[in-house]
Nanobody
Framework: QVQLVESGGGLVQAGGSLRLSCAAS????????MGWYRQAPGKQRELVAA???????NYADSVKGRFVISRDNAKNTVYLQMNSLKPEDTALYYC????????????WGQGTQVTVSS
């Protein structure tokens, strides 16, 4: 079965940086669109950044100019470089991918915690 494995979360001071990684593994034919979502306490899950198979990107207004999403198609991996982190960035960050294996699947990672201290 297809899985997304996230890494890179942790505790960082305001103004610092983190890089999240998410690798898709399993019986994969192709990985199409990929994205990062986050969910803070008391908030609904929101899209942070997305990237198409061709490399086109889209960002939430709150992270534009600070975060960069990228991908390595050979590794079926998506990254989120987070710079100038703010306390309001604190959340569980989830990877999402549209994957084709034996069938089309929309797959979620387990989530990785990012905590930004003031």
């Amino acid at each position: 079965q297809v899985q997304l494995v996230e890494s890179g979360g942790g505790l960082v001071q305001a103004g610092g940086s983190l890089r999240l990684s998410c690798a898709a593994s399993g019986r994969i034919v192709s990985v199409n669109d990929m994205g990062w979502y986050r969910q803070a306490p008391g908030k609904q899950r929101e899209l942070v950044a997305a990237i198409t198979g061709g490399g086109g990107t889209n960002y939430a207004d709150s992270v534009k100019g600070r975060f960069v999403i990228s991908r390595d198609n050979a590794k079926n991996t998506v990254y989120l470089q987070m710079n100038s982190l703010k306390p309001e960035d604190t959340a569980l960050y989830y990877c999402n991918a549209e994957v084709v294996g034996s069938r089309y699947m929309n797959v979620w990672g387990q989530g990785t915690q990012v905590t930004v201290s003031s």
